[in-house]
């Protein structure tokens, strides 16, 4: 147990609608990172957040969007949902924002869109 | 533009051999670069971390190097157990505010 809560684990929904991924990291990491994950993509870097704040921001599209919560816990919202956006969706957290963090990840949100 | 690259095709050995798993990147020079472990349907677990200036690094049966010149690191698993099939990441950031990035994993598969 990587000690990094991800609910739920799967979701199914449909196309046009709106979801929301939680994630809550290990107790004392103040870093949150965002990973979707596809079979042909391999893991994907959309977003981190540090302390509450945006800290790095990669391949997240302008239909998702996330938050750190002062309590550190992190929610990522996908909306417009098309049937690309199926995956696995993964939380990982670390201590800081060093270069050499090393990160501990959920077991993941299963993302079915019909 | 940046990569990393993994070999996508499935390592197969044989119980008791040596997996060397390879991953190259370009047009990074990260100071550190990490190596995971991701079974099916789980997210990555962290195995190894090596600086830049570190040529190899040990833990128990597992060995990584990195090769700057080359921008190339290895990762070598000796006397392989099936229990270590599984899909192994390298990943790395270039600096504090740049993206986390993995390659796509190398799937291992031991047999016995």
């Known amino acids: 147990d990587s000690g990094v809560t991800q609910t739920p684990k799967h979701l199914i929904t449909a196309t046009g609608q709106r979801v929301t991924l939680r994630c809550s990291p290990r107790s004392g990491d103040l870093s949150v990172y965002w990973y979707q994950q596809s079979l042909d993509q391999g893991l994907q870097f959309l977003i981190q957040y540090y302390n509450g704040e945006e800290r790095a921001k990669g391949n997240i599209l302008e239909r998702f969007s996330a938050q750190q919560f002062p309590d550190l816990h992190s929610e990522l919202n996908l909306s417009s949902l098309e049937l690309g956006d199926s995956a696995l969706y993964f939380c990982?957290?670390?201590?800081?924002?060093?270069?050499?963090?090393?990160?501990?990840f959920g077991s993941g949100t299963q993302l079915s869109v019909l | 533009s940046q990569k990393i690259e993994q070999n996508s095709e499935a390592l197969n050995i044989q119980e008791g051999k040596t997996a060397t798993l390879t991953c190259n990147y370009t047009?990074?020079?990260?100071?550190?670069l990490q190596w995971y472990r991701q079974d099916p349907g789980r997210g990555p677990v962290f195995l190894l971390l090596?600086?830049?200036?570190?040529k190899e690094k040990r833990k128990e049966r597992l060995k990584v190097t990195f090769d700057t010149t080359l921008k190339q690191s290895l990762f070598h698993i000796t006397a392989s157990q099936p229990a270590d099939s599984a899909t192994y990441l390298c990943?790395?950031?270039?600096?504090?505010?740049?993206?986390?990035?993995f390659g796509k994993g190398t799937r291992l598969l031991v047999k016995p």
């Open positions: 990943a790395l950031r270039e600096g504090q505010g740049f993206s986390f990035i």
């Open positions: 047009n990074y020079s990260p100071a550190y």
């Open positions: 990982a957290s670390s201590v800081g924002v060093a270069t050499n963090e090393k990160l501990f």
């Open positions: 090596i600086r830049e200036n570190e």
